[in-house]
């Protein structure tokens, strides 16, 4: 694949994406493969390098972990075990050691997951080592790096040695110390010490000839020197015979495990390949968590189908300032080739260039890019750009001469899968020269059938789009209104450079305004008007857009939670039916029996008339009792005339059930409806008579009885003034709301709280539009904004 300019990673900022990518490698051999990093247009290589990446991204994202401790180059290693004869030290013995112990770990963790990462897990084939070659290192290596003292039985026998030399001379010297000091040869605060690898006695210099031994040091005013005694001299000659011996046989132990190891270096060769791979992919993955990037869809041909894009860079620093990126939505295809995006300075047309060939150069890099994953991202065998200033003193270049430099280079080498970018169009010379070349280029690119994206200010170059299909324009979104770029791309109609309103805002005068006006010319002044209040009909319809498909989307959700508590009550109508039929089977099946007991009974004993006439009057009263059961019939209600006294029926106004006065106190009145009791305000109530009064009483009767009430003092201790309903749904919330606001007026309260939260506002509104019609409640109001605003329903009772 190829690119343009050589400084094409630096004016793309792909060089920062390569430093930040090597910084969370753990090892040189992942940062290797970072700076081979280059694109490719190999669809199949490029897809492995992809996926896999994208398989180890979801791994992290499911909350698994890779080992990352010991990621050690062992090149250096490796090349020395090449030379015949050579032997690895303790350290480096070490380092492999712990290298190999993470590569067999890291396999054993893909072949664990080989199911949800193949592509990844394929990596592991290239680790082809001996079963056992862990084991040849812990023989003789222990945790700490060091050779274990049983690495050889020679080994440990030189080693029992040494300590008994060491026993055997460190008595002596004491003995030989004490008498020094008693003898006032030695400093009083003297003690053994050690130069030249060797025991020592320090000995204070005018008494050196007092005892027998050797030189090794003095002190630095020459008042002290360190003497070897003579007695100690054997023991010492001993131990240092045995430290070259333990030497030698160190070197004997890994001489014979590098010759061990020898055969298999192509082996490891391999087998750190894999795990320099795998910390490669490892820092791709995790930058692609960092910046949101994932796998789009990847299409062999050259298109570009973006959804959400962002500039990875300008992401982290807007996120680090806690400032959110105005996404991109770009589309090149066959019919769409070139898109010409013009509009204000600062409106952001050179960020959406650059997120486009940052993206695209990363994508082919095999990294993951932040869109949305039904993006469709295709694949270019050339990407060219001409961005910024690229003046020259060596070869005495102008600006606009570098410039003309890179279209002769784009002409003279793009072709069907070349996608060129550049920004400015034409800038840098007199606008009426400048603006016909670009035209000129632009028309050989498009017979090449290159794709492309361009930023500009030049009018002749918009109205090409206009002209020619494959050619779009873009504009960045402006509000006019305010004069401030919105960062938005809109595809299919040009900008405006908004130099007129942006000076008038600025200041400038009136006169220099209108002067400026007649030297553009009127028709241009037309033209760049048009597009303003296009600009400005487009942001008022797009407002008005959003606010009608929020409501759309609000109706979409009150319906569905209508619709949701008409099944619900259908569904308990049906049950309630269900159980009712069930109830009168019943029924019928008792009266039946009661029937046959009769007869049986008139029959057994014969008619008697006393008997006949008892067992008939039974009959009847059977009969009545379950006519009455069967029939269920609701009592309608009528509001009488009079004074509410004990006894009396009465309901609440606005109600339909009905209660039994208990007792009257003051202005409240105990009432009795069903089982439960509850005081309620007189002038809340209304006298009423039944249209069944005369009737047997419809009332249920519990064991013995005798009525059992439900103490409403109680009842009243455990009632809240407020009702949470966040994260209920609407039939849910519209139950409880329906038995809060009852308890409510049963308990006389002034005003509740009804806590819905804010979200979309659906809740709230389902349950205001519920109670808007109840008779009780005077006012409805969002509780005060420090403590819990539009999200808290105040309810206030008429009183």
Known sequence: MRVFPDTFEAKTGFDKIREMVAAKCLSSLGTRHVEKMKPSDDLKYLKRLLIQTEELRRLFAAGNRLPDANYIDPAEQLAKMKVSGTYLEEEEAYDLKRSLSTIIQLQSVLTKHAEECPTLYGLSGMVDLPADIIKWFEAIIDDTGKLRANASKELMQIRASMVSEYSSLRRVMDHISKDAQKQGWSPDDGSIAVRGGR??????????????????????????????????????????????????????????????????????????????????????????????????????????????????????????????????????????????????????????????????????????????????????NKIFIDMGDEQSLENDLSTYSSHLTSMRFFLENAGGKTLFLIDEFGAGTEPQFGGAIAEGVLEQLYKKQSFGVITTHYGNLKSMAEKNAG?????????????????????????SSFALEMAANIGLSNAVIERAKSLVGHSQVKFETLINELEAAKNDFQTRYESVNRKNTELEKVLKDYQDLKAHLDAEKSKILKEAKQEAKRIVLDANKAVENTIREIKENKAEKEKTKEVRQKLTEIQVSLTEEVEEKKPVWKTVAGEIKVGDKVRMAGQESAGEVVSI?????????????????????????????????????????????????????????????????????????????????LFSMHEVRIVHGKGDGILREVIRRYLSGNKFIERMADEHVERGGSGVTVISFRQ
């Open 471 to 495: 050619i779009i324009n873009g504009a960045m979104r402006y509000d006019v209104n305010q004069l401030r770029p919105l960062y938005e791309l809109e595809v299919g109609r040009p900008g």
């Open 199 to 380: 025991l020592v006695i320090p000995v204070l210099a005018e008494h050196k000839r007092k005892l027998k031994g050797f030189i090794h040091d003095e002190s630095a005013t020459g008042q002290t020197v360190f003497m070897e005694p003579a007695e100690a001299l054997e023991i010492n000659n001993r131990i240092r015979e045995l430290e070259l011996e333990e030497r030698r046989e160190i070197i004997k132990i890994l001489r014979n495990l590098t010759n061990q190891l020898r055969p298999h270096i192509p082996a490891l060769e391999k087998a750190y390949h894999f795990l320099g791979a795998v910390d490669f992919i490892r820092a791709k993955a995790l930058f692609a968590i960092e910046i949101n990037g994932l796998l789009p869809v990847i299409d062999e041909n050259p298109v570009i189908v973006w959804h959400k894009a962002v500039h990875p860079l300008l992401y982290l620093l807007h996120k680090k300032a806690q400032k959110p990126v105005v996404p991109l939505d770009i589309e090149l295809n066959a019919e769409q080739r070139i898109l010409i995006i013009s509009g204000p300075n600062a409106g952001g047309k050179s960020v959406c260039l650059k997120t486009v060939v940052l993206l695209q150069y990363m994508l082919q890099c095999g990294l993951l890019v932040p869109v949305r994953d039904d993006s469709v991202m295709g694949v270019f």
């Open 665 to 745: 106190r003051g202005k409240k009145a105990e009432v009795l409806m069903g089982e439960l009791k509850s005081h309620i305000a007189l002038n809340r109530l209304e006298k009423v008579k039944s249209s069944l009064q005369g009737k047997k009483s419809f009332k249920r009767e519990s064991v013995g009885g005798v009525f059992k009430g439900i103490d409403m003092n109680q009842r009243r201790a455990d009632f809240s003034p407020n009702l949470d309903l966040r994260g209920k749904r609407a039939d849910e919330a519209i139950q409880l709301v329906d038995d809060f606001i009852d308890s409510s007026v």
